[in-house]
C-alpha cells in the first residue's frame, strides 16, 4: 500500500510565497517520479509539476515556470512543491501523486490566493 499525506497549504496574498509537502509512506521506490496536480472549481485537474527519480529531472507546465521549483529528499519519501508569486490564478486544491504500478493520489490541500 501507498499513502501520500500533504500538507503546507493555506490563505496567502498575491506575490506571497508557499512551500507544500507530501510525506509518503508504503512500497515506495526513489526511482520513481512523482509530482503535483492540481485542480480549481469548475476546472478539470491539471499537471503542475513531475520529477524524476534517479536524475531527479524536473518538468513544470507553462502556467507555473519560473514561480515553482519542485524537489524531493528520498530518504525522508518527501516531495515538495515551493511556490513563489503566487497568483489567484494558482488557487486550487494540490494533489501530490507516485507514479509506480498506477498513479497514487494525496487527499489534496487548499492553496487560496487572495488579496
Known amino acids: 500500500q501507498v499513502q501520500l499525506v500533504e500538507s503546507g497549504g493555506g490563505l496567502v496574498q498575491p506575490g506571497d510565497s508557499l512551500r507544500l509537502s507530501c510525506a509518503a509512506s508504503g512500497n515506495i521506490f526513489s526511482s520513481r517520479p512523482m509530482g503535483w496536480s492540481r485542480q480549481a472549481p469548475g476546472k478539470e485537474r491539471e499537471l503542475v509539476a513531475s520529477i524524476t527519480g534517479v536524475s531527479s529531472t524536473a518538468d513544470y507546465a507553462d502556467s507555473v515556470k519560473g514561480r515553482f521549483t519542485i524537489s524531493r529528499d528520498n530518504a525522508k519519501n518527501t516531495v515538495y512543491l515551493q511556490m513563489n508569486n503566487l497568483k489567484p490564478e494558482d488557487t486550487a486544491v494540490y494533489y501530490c501523486?507516485?507514479?509506480?504500478?498506477?498513479?497514487?493520489w494525496g487527499q489534496g490541500t487548499q492553496v487560496t490566493v487572495s488579496s
Open positions: 501523486w507516485y507514479a509506480y504500478t498506477r498513479a497514487y
